[in-house]
């Protein structure tokens, strides 16, 4: 359970987070922003007491105190600073955004990834979030887009995994040219929206593309190139074009 160093990490917004989490197996890392827009950022505040942009950041050896591989990481609260610099490439298990407070987080360097060990993303909420870095998936990605969530991949997503989309929300891919694209071994579309919006997806497995229902969208340029897919359910595409 959350350890908080200030009383307004609770209430309301803890309870949503206490009811979407699972149990930890190793430390649940809130967000809350409180110094800088430094995923890394680790601050001595003298008397040998440190703390960070995360709670907790307490109680916990000094060299734990910023969410690694074996940690899920929350973006829940409305903070100083929702635009997150991750410092770098880092890893972590999964990742659950939630509530009103539109995240985006990012890095300095076009090479740069975060990599989810599980491969899981949360979006439940009404905001829209960002990833203005490059993602990575260890593990088939279950990807809940919920309420009117979006979830946006700005850079690109690289996995040999499968990538299922549920919910009711929308999840958009936006970069990419005829050089360099989003490559997924297999996108299954279960609820909402799917939109390609000027993205270029490589989606490498055979029946690359799977979609049970919802609706999924190519515009702007968009591409996707696949050997074949499967419709179980759901809307065609609406721009065709791109389809190759």
């Given at each position: 359970m959350f350890t908080g160093?200030?009383?307004?990490c609770f209430g309301i917004v803890t309870l949503l987070v206490l009811a979407i989490i699972s149990p930890a197996r190793a430390t649940d890392f809130v967000w809350d922003g409180e110094y800088s827009d430094r995923w890394t950022e680790i601050r001595?505040?003298?008397?040998?007491?440190?703390?960070?942009?995360?709670?907790?950041?307490?109680?916990?050896?000094?060299g734990d105190m910023i969410p690694e591989a074996d940690d899920e990481v929350f973006f829940v609260l409305s903070t100083p600073y929702n635009v997150v610099d991750l410092d770098g490439s880092r890893v972590v298990r999964r990742i659950t955004f939630a509530g009103?407070?539109?995240?985006?987080?990012?890095?300095?360097?076009?090479t740069d990834m975060l990599t989810l060990v599980d491969g899981d993303v949360t979006a439940i909420g009404t905001a829209t979030h960002r990833f203005n870095v490059n993602v990575g998936?260890?593990?088939?990605?279950?990807?809940?887009i919920d309420d009117t969530a979006t979830m946006?991949?700005?850079?690109?997503?690289?996995?040999?995994?499968t990538l299922t989309k549920t919910g009711t929300g929308t999840l958009s891919f936006t970069d990419g040219?005829?050089?360099?694209?989003?490559?997924?071994y297999k996108l299954v579309a279960e609820a909402g929206a799917v939109l390609v919006d000027g993205g270029h997806i490589d989606l490498t497995g055979d029946n690359?593309?799977?979609?049970?229902?919802?609706?999924?969208?190519?515009?702007?340029?968009?591409?996707?190139?696949?050997?074949?897919?499967?419709?179980g359910g759901g809307s065609p595409f609406w721009h065709a074009d791109g389809l190759r």
């Open positions: 160093k200030k009383s307004r001595s505040l003298g008397g040998g007491i440190y703390r960070t942009n995360w709670d907790p950041d307490h109680l916990i050896p000094l009103s407070a539109p995240y985006t987080l990012s890095s300095d360097l076009s998936l260890d593990s088939d990605g279950a990807w809940l946006q991949v700005n850079r690109f997503l690289y996995t040999s995994n040219d005829e050089f360099e694209q989003s490559s997924i690359g593309l799977v979609v049970n229902g919802g609706d999924v969208t190519l515009q702007n340029a968009a591409n996707v190139q696949l050997t074949s897919a499967v419709w």
